[in-house]
């Protein structure tokens, strides 16, 4: 028997303006009157800066001003090349590749909310007729599950940060979500299109990421397919693989043609292959710390989705379940797991755990209501008496720490921020008396205050910390300091141990010449120390002919210490 019995009025889904103002709030701050942080986010950055002012070799070969990225694939960093091409101009670079970030963001939250409307409106998944009538209909049931897989989706954690930088894997979640959005049309409806749709999502998967989570996926769907949809077991062999592999075999074979001799289509392989390892007991530590914070709040709801349906293997379940365990087991054989390599775990959870909501119990509702309304208030109240003592030094511990953090900084007062800051905070106020005071019957009543805080505490931290984090976590003030030391004739910079991050932000924010493969020894040399803060930790010993023209760090980092030097015979 199906574990869902509701009447109609549950199933009021959100207003569309509603859905797209909150999706608005989430992705926009941070766009702009933002540096490239020192992260993914400013490598990404650099792979798409150098594309958009290379040449035909910067954009087949992903590389940061001549340093070779062999384990990144290209597509998120053409779309931001293009995106610098057509609007860096106007916007500058930095915020025209930002804008990267919006459209794989629509991509993704498009596809999960379409995923759970097909899922939701098959019959399998309908709630039970009630004896009298009134029981929804299919399509708003559908809509409404759809409205409660994108609210959570946007309450993971995990997401968050992620979504936000310039980097592959705002792409690769997104990615994800519309390859789970074109399975679920497939065996929803067996057909030529569907699975053409399939093969063009996997192939786009591999040029962003790598074969290894969409041949993950596809090994999924195919014993899926053979075990229980063998109508669309036709349209994986024969549509779908061939399609998956266009692209990315016209990618390796541009690069043979145009670049001969060029090893970045081997070196690309061979990080590809090396992405994977036998399973080790840390790979499960990893996971069992990591997902349990990075997927909140959609594991719980996933699991007792799991558990409520057992009895029923539903295509959301089967299709949902069978892809996330597929990118577990991917996990486990992982040679070293990443943080952001379980992003791609993200969109089935999230349309796994919207199946779960219309059989959650009234106390579990109320226990991540109550959580999430402690929690999220706690935080913002926090983000705002720290942007407090950071504007007025009371109170005077907590502002020392704000500095002590960021030495030299100098705080700012934006009224416009501000305004926006305060207005989102009294959203969040009417959210909770609405929320709390109503007490709506609509499915997604369990997570939109958990969305609507996570939007919240980011929103807040966009504005009003918008400048201390930039100050923190930019190269801005060391790549100017470095700037004013330039010879005015050098050729070119060659470096020692400097990290790719500190590359790109050197190339745009410091304007270096960075040495290219083939050239011939430069007349500067950078040269990065890290870890220094460690006990017994030294500076590197540097041999040759050298005059130093430079040193300096980031206030806010004292780990990073960096050396600008000019050989004195050439």
């Known amino acids: ?210 074969w290894t989570v969409p041949l993950a996926l596809f090994v999924a769907m195919l014993v899926l397919a053979v075990a229980r949809y063998r109508e669309s077991l036709r349209g994986l062999l024969i549509i779908t693989t061939p399609v998956t592999l266009v692209m990315p075999l016209l990618w390796l074979l541009a690069l043979r043609t145009l670049l001969p001799g060029s090893e970045v289509a081997d070196a690309w392989l061979a990080a590809n292959l090396k992405l994977l390892s036998v399973p080790r007991l840390s790979n499960v530590s990893f996971l069992a710390k990591t997902l349990v914070w990075y997927s909140w709040p959609a594991w719980p709801i996933a699991a007792w989705a799991v558990w409520a349906w057992r009895a029923q293997a539903t295509l959301h379940v089967t299709l949902t379940v069978s892809g996330i365990l597929a990118l577990i087991l991917l996990s486990l054989l992982a040679n070293s797991p990443k943080d952001h390599e379980l992003l791609a775990l993200l969109p089935p959870l999230a349309v796994l755990a919207t199946f779960g909501l219309p059989t959650l119990k009234r106390g579990a509702i109320n226990a991540i209501d109550w959580f999430s309304v402690m929690t999220l208030s706690a935080i913002a109240g926090f983000i705002w008496l720290g942007w407090i003592a950071k504007q007025t030094g009371w109170p005077p511990k907590l502002a020392g720490n704000v500095f002590k953090l960021a030495p030299g900084f100098q705080p700012e007062f934006n009224v416009f921020a501000l305004v926006i800051a305060l207005a989102t905070s009294v959203g969040w106020l009417l959210l909770l008396r609405w929320r709390l005071g109503r007490r709506p019957s609509v499915l997604w009543r369990a997570v939109v205050l958990s969305t609507g805080g996570l939007v919240l505490c980011w929103l807040l931290l966009m504005t009003l910390w918008l400048p201390w984090l930039n100050y923190a976590q930019s190269y801005a003030s060391v790549a100017g300091e470095m700037r004013q030391h330039l010879p005015a004739d050098y ?38 120390d890290d870890g220094l803060r460690k006990r017994g930790a030294q500076m590197k010993k540097i041999e040759g002919d050298l005059t130093l023209l430079w040193q300096g760090r980031r206030p806010a980092d004292r780990h990073e210490f960096y050396r600008l030097y000019q050989r004195n015979s050439r």
């Open 1 to 210: 028997m199906k574990p869902v019995r509701l009447p109609a009025a549950a199933t009021l889904a959100l207003p569309r303006w509603g859905l797209i103002a909150l999706c608005l709030l989430y992705i926009l701050p941070g766009i702009l009157r933002r540096d490239p942080w020192k992260t993914d986010d400013a490598a990404g950055f650099g792979i798409m800066w150098t594309m958009a002012h290379g040449s035909m070799a910067d954009w087949l070969s992903p590389n940061i001003v001549g340093l070779a990225m062999p384990n990144e694939a290209p597509l998120a960093f053409w779309i931001g090349a293009l995106l610098i091409k057509l609007f860096g101009w106007l916007l500058t670079d930095a915020v025209a590749a930002r804008i990267s970030t919006l459209v794989f963001f629509a991509l993704g939250a498009a596809a999960v909310w379409r995923t759970a409307f097909v899922l939701g409106r098959r019959n399998e998944a309908q709630p039970l007729k009630l004896a009298f009538g009134g029981q929804p209909a299919a399509i708003d049931y559908g809509r409404t599950l759809a409205d409660g897989a994108l609210l959570i989706y946007l309450a993971c954690l995990g997401l968050l940060l992620r979504s936000h930088e310039t980097a592959t894997p705002a792409l690769h979640v997104s990615l994800v979500a519309t390859t789970f959005y074109t399975a679920a049309c497939l065996f929803d409806r067996p057909n030529a299109r569907a699975a053409v749709g399939l093969g063009i999502s996997l192939g786009m998967l591999v040029l962003a990421r790598g």
């Open 491 to 528: 050729r070119c910079v060659d470096t020692n141990d400097l990290g790719s991050a500190q590359r790109a932000s050197f190339a745009y924010l410091g304007e270096l010449r960075f040495s290219r493969p083939g050239d011939a020894r430069c007349d500067l040399l950078l040269v990065q």
